[in-house]
T-cell receptor, first 111, second 114 residues
Framework: GQQVMQIPQYQHVQEGEDFTTYCNSS?????IQWYKQRPGGHPVFLIQ?????EVKKQKRLTFQFGEAKKNSSLHITATQTTDVGTYFC???????????FGPGTSLSVIP | DGGITQSPKYLFRKEGQNVTLSCEQN?????MYWYRQDPGQGLRLIYY???????QKGDIAEGYSVSREKKESFPLTVTSAQKNPTAFYLC?????????????FGDGTRLSIL
């Protein structure tokens, strides 16, 4: 069946450093979604990418969808302590499928 | 204020006991979902429902049951058959499953064994 993987599993960075997490699917995705879960909280939707090669920015966050629509990345520039949490990617194989979540990347920011 | 309400926030289960977790949404969403999250782990789908009176098993449905009698409500019962129920349970909803719309999550219920 479809699998969605993320690397790294954990990342510790000094405040001000950049951070990138990568998401890879075993099958082509119709779209990719990114969520953030703060410690003790619930996942919150960040963004959805639909087109091959699409790049979207939200302030210091840059999201990219691969040309083959099988991978995606989230890059955070100059991390802040407010960026702490687990970042999940999620995507369906087709637009009629339920979404499959990746295992997440947990980000720690050292002040 | 629109959103998803899960209750209770914390729940304790005795051996052999069934417990029911509540999930209510006022977003007028068609689709609702239940996920289980273990410490340091991702989200695993238990059940989902695309429409009232219809639901499908997810990846880890054994030991759980659901109902969808009303659009706004999707309760989850953790039965005594679920031998390892201690986890964080998250309910979510989306406009519909088709088109894989973004999901909105409740605050979750933490279930522990007594």
């Amino acid at each position: 069946g479809q699998q969605v993987m993320q690397i790294p599993q954990y990342q510790h960075v000094q405040e001000g450093e950049d951070f990138t997490t990568y998401c890879n699917s075993s099958t082509t995705l119709s779209n990719i979604q990114w969520y953030k879960q703060r410690p003790g909280g619930h996942p919150v939707f960040l963004i959805q990418l639909v087109k091959s090669g699409e790049v979207k920015k939200q302030k210091r966050l840059t999201f990219q969808f691969g040309e083959a629509k099988k991978n995606s990345s989230l890059h955070i520039t100059a991390t802040q302590t407010t960026d702490v949490g687990t970042y999940f990617c999620a995507g369906p194989q087709t637009s009629y499928d339920k979404v499959i979540f990746g295992p997440g990347t947990s980000l720690s920011v050292i002040p | 204020d629109g959103g998803i309400t899960q209750s209770p926030k914390y729940l304790f289960r005795k051996e052999g006991q069934n417990v029911t977790l509540s999930c209510e949404q006022n977003l007028n969403h068609d689709a609702m979902y239940w996920y289980r999250q273990d410490p340091g782990q991702g989200l695993r789908l238990i059940y989902y429902s695309q429409i009232v009176n219809d639901f499908q098993k997810g990846d880890i449905a054994e030991g759980y049951s659901v109902s969808r009698e009303k659009k706004e409500s999707f309760p989850l019962t953790v039965t005594s058959a679920q031998k390892n129920p201690t986890a964080f349970y998250l309910c979510a909803s989306s406009i519909q499953t088709q088109g894989a719309q973004p999901q909105h999550f409740g605050d979750g219920t933490r279930l522990s064994i007594l």
